[in-house]
């Protein structure tokens, strides 16, 4: 057998606790093989209690970067030396670079959410969106609606309204965005304000596996031809609420792209490099289906 790991090996990594499964230590490491570059990217299990020491010997070790996961996302923000502006407003970090003994602090999910309805971008400026949570999923999407798509309106509907009101002064104090209203999910009168929005975008984790036949709105009349439907939810890449809008002739978007197109910005941050996204996102499809 041969040793592919060498005294020059770059090593990055996963913190985060526990650590689930990830997917990010197969989209890193194939995309590493594939472009025959001399990095590992492992996962390490870190207890908030852990966190200051584990940034320490991350620093003492010369580690490149890392991605963040859940808890780390927001507590690691005081930790760092900076942040980047969409970490910033987006109040949490999953790519953090070691930039020479300095640890800065980048949220990469915004980019996949931007690379994700990129080619809608037309149909969407002008328009009403419909996000539907209010968790660190949700800040990603609206701050990217916001900063690059233009929409006329935003709808944030959350089980716990409340929350969404936090993010409707928290957004709009911050990027000077007027156009929220905010609704619980799921009274049946949101059928209409449903219809009426160009776009639909689920950032609740409602649907993933193993909880596959749930999904957030199981009205199919809350789904319009041409209508752009995203779910983030990328495992089962096809969700029930997709395949409840496509049957209404939605355009669906999964999760998958966005989970990839994260990742991709995040080994670009690390290497200078550009993640072979395609054949990625097609391993990627097959590992999940395995
Ligand atoms: P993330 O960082 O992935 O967004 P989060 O901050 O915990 O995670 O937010 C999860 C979101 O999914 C919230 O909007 C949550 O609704 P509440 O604010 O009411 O908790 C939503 N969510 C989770 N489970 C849900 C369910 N079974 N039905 C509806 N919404 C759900």
Redesign the pocket.
């Known amino acids: 057998m041969e040793n592919t790991f060498h005294q020059n090996t770059q090593i990055l990594g996963l913190i985060g606790h526990p650590i689930k499964q990830s997917y990010s230590p197969f989209i890193q490491n194939v995309s590493f093989t594939l472009l025959d570059m001399d990095y590992i990217y492992l996962p390490f299990d870190v207890p908030q209690s852990n966190l200051r020491n584990a940034l320490k010997g991350m620093l003492a070790l010369g580690i490149k970067g890392f991605n963040v996961t859940i808890p780390h996302k927001e507590s690691l923000v005081s930790f760092l030396s900076t942040v980047s502006e969409e970490a910033g407003i987006v109040g949490s970090v999953n790519t953090v670079v070691n930039d020479m003994g300095r640890l800065i602090g980048y949220n990469t999910d915004v980019h996949g959410v931007y690379e994700t309805l990129a080619p809608y971008k037309d149909e969407i400026a002008g328009n009403e969106v419909s996000v539907i ?6 800040r990603a999407v609206i701050y990217s609606l916001i900063r690059h798509f233009k929409p006329s309106s935003i709808n944030i509907i ?3 309204e409340q ?1 969404a009101e936090s993010l409707k002064n928290y957004f709009s104090t911050k990027m000077k965005f007027g156009n929220f209203r905010t609704f619980e ?1 799921f009274p049946p009168d949101l059928i209409s304000l449903l219809q009426s929005s160009k776009v639909i975008i689920n ?4 649907g993933m596996f193993p909880d596959i036949e749930d999904s ?1 709105i199981n009205l199919p009349s809350a789904f319009t031809k041409g209508q752009i439907v995203f779910d983030m939810v990328y495992n089962p890449p096809k969700t029930t609420l997709l395949k409840i809008a496509e049957a209404e002739g939605a355009i669906i978007l999964n999760g998958i792209n966005m989970l990839v197109h994260q990742a991709a910005k995040a080994f670009e941050l690390w290497t200078n490099k550009q993640m072979p996204i395609d054949e990625i996102r097609n391993s990627l499809i097959q590992y999940i289906a395995e």
């Open positions: 949570g209010a968790g660190g999923a949700a959350n089980r716990t929350r999910l950032a609740t984790s409602v957030v």
